[in-house]
């Protein structure tokens, strides 16, 4: 019995002791912090700025190639040489479980991701809850959601995507079987 009243008694004052160290450290640290220095920080010795033109002013590389919404493109550099107009090419649908159906929208060209949202996609005449997830193909040509239906075939409704070149896919409507 001594044993354990010593040891409880050990514990609860090194517990005390660990939350007034806190206490008292991290009030201390922040009215002792310092300001970062304003400025880019010095350039190693042997190291000079590249050389510009004969103004005195600093010359900044091209930005990277952005898409329509002035985004930096994350999957690499796209040529925008396609001109044909974007299309859906074909619609895949799975049944996975009794009440949910993976439904694949396959495309001619790549599609910007950003363009995506639930209201692209319309289920028998309405749109996907908020926050439904797509997920893309490395080539970015194929849109991947989960969809809840319970019937054999739906009337899908795809619109409102864009490719990265900037077209429009046409809206279409598309009476779609579920494979099982």
């Given at each position: 019995?001594?044993?354990?009243?010593?040891?409880?008694?050990?514990?609860?004052?090194?517990?005390?002791?660990?939350?007034?160290?806190?206490?008292?450290?991290?009030?201390?640290?922040?009215a002792f912090a310092e300001p970062a220095p304003e400025g880019f920080p010095p350039l190693p010795p042997g190291q000079e700025l590249p050389e510009g033109d004969s103004s005195d002013k600093k010359t900044c590389p091209p930005p990277p190639p952005m898409d329509h919404d002035n985004i930096i493109n994350y999957r690499?550099?796209?040529?925008?040489?396609?001109?044909?107009?974007?299309?859906?090419?074909?619609?895949?649908?799975?049944r996975i479980a009794e009440s949910v159906v993976c439904v694949e929208v396959f495309f001619n060209q790549s599609i910007n991701p950003r363009s995506v949202k639930p209201n692209s996609l319309i289920i028998n005449n309405s749109q996907l809850p908020f926050g439904t997830r797509?997920?893309?193909?490395?080539?970015?040509?194929?849109?991947k959601t989960k969809v809840y239906?319970?019937?054999?075939?739906?009337?899908?409704?795809?619109?409102?995507?864009?490719?990265?070149?900037?077209?429009?896919?046409?809206?279409i409507e598309i009476l779609t079987e579920v494979e099982r």
């Open positions: 019995m001594v044993y354990n009243s010593s040891m409880k008694r050990l514990k609860t004052y090194f517990l005390h002791f660990i939350i007034s160290s806190f206490l008292i450290v991290v009030p201390c640290t922040a690499g550099s796209r040529t925008y040489n396609e001109t044909l107009p974007l299309k859906v090419t074909q619609v895949k649908c799975k797509f997920t893309f193909n490395k080539k970015g040509n194929t849109i239906t319970t019937g054999d075939s739906f009337k899908l409704r795809v619109q409102d995507i864009r490719s990265f070149n900037g077209f429009l896919v046409e809206p």
